[in-house]
């Protein structure tokens, strides 16, 4: 009697015996029944679970709950820079100008105008204080700071507290100066001493008060840290412990009055370079038709800004690439006319605007929904698109780049998935093309909201789902 081996197999995983290893092909007929095995594990008991497979050009391979709402987290940055992409395009760069009208004294006051550009560093104010003595400007008499391209608040008021801190929560202004963070090292010194804060930038830390509570503790003990500063104030708060001897411990947290901290900084550039200045203060200076343009700065391509944006998920660049588009339609709030442009440019492209619900550009919003199809009709519109190898190529590569370096290592899977990871307090989620080995070109999307497990748990749950899909063979 001939055995039918695929039908026992099927049997199996619909009991929740065995899931198919990465080498076994699967046939498409047999995933509804592979994801049902994973879904059925404790692990996933309280959590929800939304899958969406199908081919680049539509065909629907398997979805579970792909029309339900889910927080996407920072997957939401697919949404985002698709739309910014292509309403912008690859070239498109940001401006930052300084305008002036010197006099005979060579004394002037200057205006230094901020478009938002997120990549703006040490080195840009360096090259504006350049172009400023070549100018002739030997003195300043007021340096103004302009934020006004952005409308609305710099801080997201949909953002949790916790976030706001942080430096991955970092406000977004129009004069952005080390994407608005301080880093810095936690150090265990002797056992009972406080952990030594250093600042990355010591000149960036000089202004801050640092209330202390850690601890440097012996072998054996728990090893834990928490880092929070003052909502309106620079005060950073440092507690927990780390064991004598073992590596710091590296965090960041976000600059409370980013516009201030941008023109601290010129102010001390343009004076360390011998060009002293009386007063700087945030505004726009009074009208005059003599002001002109004196120095500008731009920031790299769209296209290359896209890269940390989406490989590395860079908050900051998502959210000051949202309120650039927030300036086709400015109002009163710049994250709000981006994401009616956003969500009209992405209608375009063929995704249902009632299948998404924007806050944010970043995904760090918990109020942010996406069901799993508008991720993939968002992908496949993409590649679609003539941009779509700028768009690709801005993903992180499974065991290759970005957030997915270190996953689907020594699998079919790596080198062959190019993608957007998310996660945010109990809601995780991967999209992105997979290239099977035995099948045609797919796009996925594979979401997980509200899991009482760790994120590792969460991100194995979604690799061994990926990992089924990657083994599909049209059978």
């Given amino acids: 009697m001939r055995t039918d081996i695929r039908g026992l197999t099927a049997v199996a995983m619909g009991l929740g015996l065995l899931a198919p290893t990465p080498a076994m092909a699967l046939c498409r007929a047999d995933l509804p029944t592979a994801v049902t095995a994973i879904a059925q594990r404790p692990e996933l008991a309280r959590a929800r679970l939304g899958v969406q497979v199908e081919t680049l050009d539509g065909e629907v391979i398997y979805s579970r709950d792909g029309d339900r709402f889910f927080v996407p987290a920072s997957a939401l940055k697919l949404l985002t820079t698709a739309a910014v992409l292509t309403r912008l395009g690859p070239e498109a760069r940001i401006q930052t100008s300084v305008y002036g009208s010197p006099d005979e004294a060579g004394q002037t006051s200057l205006w230094v105008v901020g478009q938002g550009d997120p990549s703006l560093n040490q080195a840009g104010l360096m090259a504006l204080t350049t172009q400023l003595r070549q100018q002739g400007i030997q003195q300043i008499e007021t340096l ?25 929560g970092a406000p977004v202004n129009a004069l952005i100066l ?64 780390l064991i ?57 391509t769209i296209r290359e800004l896209l890269v940390p944006t989406n490989q ?20 009163q709030d710049a994250t709000a006319d981006g994401i009616a442009i956003a969500l009209s440019t992405l209608a375009d492209l063929g995704v249902n605007p009632e299948a998404v619900v924007m806050f944010d550009g970043s995904g760090l919003a918990r109020k942010n929904l996406v069901t799993p199809v508008a991720l993939v009709d968002t992908l496949q519109a993409m590649a679609r698109s003539p941009l779509a190898d700028t768009y690709r190529d801005s993903l992180a590569v499974a065991g290759v780049s970005g957030t997915l370096r270190n996953r689907f290592l020594e699998t079919p899977v790596a080198g062959n998935l190019w993608g957007k990871s998310g996660a945010i307090s109990r809601n995780f989620a991967l999209a992105g093309y997979l290239e099977p080995e035995n099948d045609a070109s797919l796009v996925f999307s594979i979401l997980i909201n509200n899991i009482d497990q760790r994120g590792s748990t969460a991100r194995r749950l979604i690799d061994d789902l990926v990992l089924q899909i990657a083994a599909l063979s049209a059978c």
């Avoid at 012996?218 to 440092?238: K, M, N, Q, Y």
């Avoid at 001390?268 to 038709?289: K, N, V």
């Avoid at 900051?316 to 400015?330: D, I, M, R, S, T």
């Fill in 178 to 241: 080390h994407e608005n963070e301080i880093g810095f090292s936690l150090l265990p010194q002797t056992v009972g001493q406080p952990l030594q804060v250093v600042w990355d930038d010591p000149l960036q830390g000089q202004n801050w008060q640092i209330e202390n509570i850690s601890a440097t503790v012996s072998a054996g003990t728990p090893e834990f840290v928490t880092v929070g500063r003052d909502l309106a104030r620079p005060i950073l708060r440092v507690s927990g412990q």
């Fill in 312 to 331: 590395n998920s860079n908050n900051l660049y998502a959210e000051a690439l949202l309120k650039q588009l927030g300036q086709f339609q400015p109002g």
């Fill in 144 to 168: 103004y700071g302009d934020e006004s391209a952005f409308a609305g608040s710099a801080v997201n008021p949909s953002w949790d507290w916790e976030d706001v801190q942080a430096g991955y």
């Fill in 244 to 300: 004598a001897g073992s590596p710091p411990d590296t965090a960041s947290v976000a600059v409370p009055n980013p516009g201030a901290a941008f023109l601290a900084a010129f102010q001390a550039t343009l004076s360390d370079e011998g060009i002293p200045i009386q007063q700087a203060r945030l505004g726009t200076p009074p009208a005059s038709d003599d002001w002109q343009e004196l120095a500008t700065v731009v920031s790299p």
